[in-house]
């Protein structure tokens, strides 16, 4: 009994894992180049790097938004025939 609960959830930590990687890997690259232009360029604006790493994820999330429901609708389909 307690073993089916621990492994609902490391499957659910796993996918949550999996469906959030691409995302944060986007904002992870995204904020690598605008540091190193601020960088190069000299300029400091702690605001000058949220819009651009905000946009690219906006932009992986919905390019991958038929890949993160399906990934999420097997999930709920293994938690329901499961248990």
Known sequence: M???GIDALRMALMYTLILSAPILGAGLVVGLIVSLVQAVTQVQEQTLSFVPKI???LLVAIALMAWLVMKLSDFALEMFTAF
């Open 55 to 57: 946009a690219a994820m």
């Open 2 to 4: 307690a073993g089916e």
